[in-house]
C-alpha cells in the first residue's frame, strides 16, 4: 500500500555516481517511513545505490528490472 | 562583495608581492615568500580559475547567460572559480568534499555558487575525498554536456600558462634574474610546472623542489603521490623537477607561530609546509631561495585551534600584528 506522501525520483539518462547523489539528497529531505522510489538506467546504479541504502542502515524494499530501467523501492527508517 | 567594479576586482589578479624571510636569510643567503594571498580572492588559485574562464570563452565552451561552470575542489580554486565567476556573470557549482572546513564551503556559498558536498560512501570504488568529487562533477558535466563545463583543473593547460605566463615571469623580475632554487608544494602541478619551465628557459640551473605532504596530511590541496595518483598535468612536465623534500604535518604546524613572531606573517598550512622544507633543505653557496606561499592564514582560525597552534586569542591578536595581510574581494 503505498502512502501519499511518498516520493518519486527520475535518474534515468544520468550517470553514476550522480543517481545516488540525488538519491541520497532526497532521503535526507525525507521523513522516516517514507518510501522513495528511484528509476536509473545507468547500470552502475544498481551497485551503488543498494550498497549506499545497505550501508546508511535504510530498507530497499523491492528492485525491478524493465529493460535498461531499474526501479528501486527504498524506506527511509533512520 | 565590496564596492569595485569587476574590472577592477580582475585586474588584481597575478603581480603578487615578493616578500624577504628574515627568519631564514642569511650573508649569501636571500629567502623569498611569494605572497599570493593577495591575490582578490585570497590564494594562487585566482590565477588558475581566471586563466581556465578566459580559455573556456575563447573556446566558444563557456557563454554568458547559458552555462554553467561546475568544478570538483577542496578549497581555493571553489573561492577562485566561485568569486571571478561571479564577477563575469556564470553561474557555479562547487562539488567538494563534506570533510573541508565549513570556512571554505561558507565563502564559497558568500560568493554565489552552489554547493554540493560529497561522502565517501557514495561510490566507493572511485576513492575517497576528492576523488568522490571528481566522480560527481563529471557525472554531472557529462550528462548535460550543452549546459555544463568543467575547466578540470587537473588536466587543463591554461591552469599551467597562468604561472607559465604569470607567476614565472613575476619571480624572474622581482628577483632581477637572481633566483637559485624555487620551492613550492604540488596539487594539480600547475603551479610547478608553469613556473619552473618558465624559469628554466631562463636560466636552466634553477633548481626547481617539489614539497611532499605525509600520507593522510593536513595541507588543503596538496597531493602525497603514494596514496593519490600523480594529475595529467603535472605528468606532462614531471621533469623540471629537480628534487623533493618530504614535510609531515607536526613540521608543517610547528613553523606557523615561528613565522608570525620572527617575520611577522599569518600563513596558512601550505605556506607553512612550504616554509618547513625551505628551512630543511640543505643548500651551499650564494643562493636566492623562492617558496610560494599559497594564501595566509585568516582561513584556519578553526584548523590552528584544533591542532593547539594557537587559540583564539593568540590568532586575533596574531592577525592584529601580522604584517602584508591583503584586502580581500569578500568578508570572512
Redesign the interface.
Known amino acids: 500500500m503505498s502512502e501519499t506522501n511518498d516520493k518519486k525520483l527520475d535518474t534515468t539518462g544520468l550517470f553514476c555516481p550522480e543517481p545516488v547523489f540525488r538519491t541520497k539528497i532526497e532521503i535526507e529531505r525525507m521523513q522516516v517511513g517514507q518510501v522513495l522510489t528511484v528509476s536509473a538506467d545507468d547500470p552502475a546504479a544498481e551497485d551503488d545505490i543498494t550498497r549506499w541504502v545497505t550501508r546508511n542502515g535504510h530498507v530497499l524494499l523491492d528492485v525491478k528490472k524493465d529493460g535498461n530501467t531499474i526501479t528501486f523501492q527504498i524506506k527511509k527508517v533512520k | 562583495m565590496g564596492s569595485e567594479n569587476s574590472s577592477d576586482i580582475l585586474n588584481q589578479i597575478g603581480n603578487t608581492p615578493l616578500v624577504k624571510l628574515d627568519s631564514l636569510s642569511i650573508d649569501n643567503a636571500t629567502y623569498f615568500a611569494k605572497l599570493e594571498g593577495h591575490n582578490p580572492f585570497g590564494s594562487v588559485k585566482d590565477r588558475a580559475a581566471y586563466w581556465m574562464i578566459k580559455d573556456g570563452e575563447e573556446k566558444g565552451k563557456l557563454t554568458r547567460g547559458k552555462s554553467i561552470i561546475i568544478e570538483p575542489t577542496s578549497g581555493n580554486t571553489g573561492i577562485g572559480l566561485a568569486g571571478i565567476a561571479n564577477v563575469l556573470g556564470y553561474k557555479v557549482e562547487i562539488v567538494i568534499p563534506e570533510k573541508a572546513s565549513d570556512e571554505t564551503k561558507n565563502i564559497i556559498r558568500s560568493l554565489g555558487a552552489k554547493v554540493?558536498e560529497?561522502?565517501d560512501?557514495?561510490?566507493?570504488k572511485?576513492g575517497a575525498g576528492t576523488d568522490?568529487s571528481i566522480?560527481?562533477a563529471t557525472?554531472?558535466a557529462?550528462?548535460r554536456p550543452d549546459t555544463y563545463y568543467s575547466p578540470n583543473q587537473y588536466a587543463n593547460e591554461a591552469n599551467f600558462m597562468g604561472h607559465y605566463m604569470g607567476t614565472g615571469p613575476e619571480i624572474w623580475k622581482q628577483t632581477d634574474g637572481k633566483i637559485t632554487h624555487f620551492f613550492t608544494g604540488v596539487g594539480t602541478g600547475g603551479t610547478i610546472t608553469g613556473i619552473g619551465t618558465f624559469l628554466k628557459e631562463k636560466n636552466p640551473n634553477v633548481k626547481i623542489i617539489g614539497c611532499q605532504p605525509q600520507q593522510n596530511h593536513l595541507i588543503q590541496g596538496w597531493r602525497n603521490f603514494e596514496e593519490s595518483s600523480k594529475p595529467d598535468l603535472f605528468l606532462k612536465r614531471e621533469s623540471v623537477v629537480d628534487d623533493w623534500v618530504s614535510v609531515n604535518n607536526d613540521e608543517a604546524f610547528s613553523v606557523v607561530k615561528e613565522v608570525l613572531v620572527k617575520d611577522k606573517l599569518l600563513i596558512s598550512p601550505s605556506s607553512a609546509a612550504v616554509y618547513a622544507c625551505m628551512k630543511k633543505y640543505k643548500i651551499d653557496g650564494n643562493r636566492c631561495v623562492v617558496g610560494i606561499f599559497a594564501d595566509d592564514g585568516r582561513k584556519f582560525k578553526s584548523i590552528y585551534a584544533a591542532q593547539n597552534i594557537m587559540n583564539e586569542q593568540e590568532f586575533n591578536d596574531g592577525l592584529r600584528e601580522a604584517k602584508h595581510m591583503s584586502k580581500l574581494a569578500y568578508s570572512l
Open positions: 554540493f560529497t561522502s560512501d557514495l561510490c566507493p572511485v568522490q566522480a560527481l557525472s554531472i557529462s550528462s
